[in-house]
């Protein structure tokens, strides 16, 4: 809760670079991967630039341009899964001024992004259920 007392809000800006990226394993490998649901069915998956810290307690780590995240995208762009929603797409986080501070890719088009800019640290929230975990 701290956090959203102490921030602001960011945005995600879809973009289709950032899609491909994803669909391609070809992330920035200087920033560092979580996603969030289950283990082998995530609901998003984001990177943070280097010089942002990620609040959280519910994302789990994953490892840029490997089988793992790899097996993560394939998952979210399943149509044949998420029939009732539209297949993944990326996006870039950004903090209130509209700077890049990492890159998102979901089935979800929206969640939560609270930017703390005095520590450098954002809490992303997950898309599914948004605000109940993050």
Not at 17 to 23: I, N
Not at 37 to 62: K, N
Request: glycine share 8%.
């Amino acid at each position: 809760m701290g956090a959203c007392a102490a921030g602001a809000y960011g945005s995600l800006q879809t973009a289709p670079e950032v899609t491909r990226m994803f669909e391609t394993n070809s992330v920035p490998g200087d920033y560092r991967y979580y996603s969030i649901g289950r283990t082998e069915m995530p609901y998003a998956i984001i990177g943070i630039s280097p010089s942002w810290h990620l609040e959280s307690r519910f994302w789990q780590a994953v490892a840029p341009n490997s089988p793992e995240l790899a097996g993560k995208v394939s998952f979210i762009w399943d149509p044949q899964v998420w029939y009732q929603f539209d297949s993944g797409r990326g996006a870039w986080i950004r903090d209130p001024d509209g700077n890049r501070i990492g890159i998102w890719y979901s089935m979800y088009p929206h969640t939560t992004v609270v930017v703390d800019k005095e520590r450098h640290r954002v809490t992303v929230h997950s898309p599914h259920r948004m605000g109940e975990d993050r």
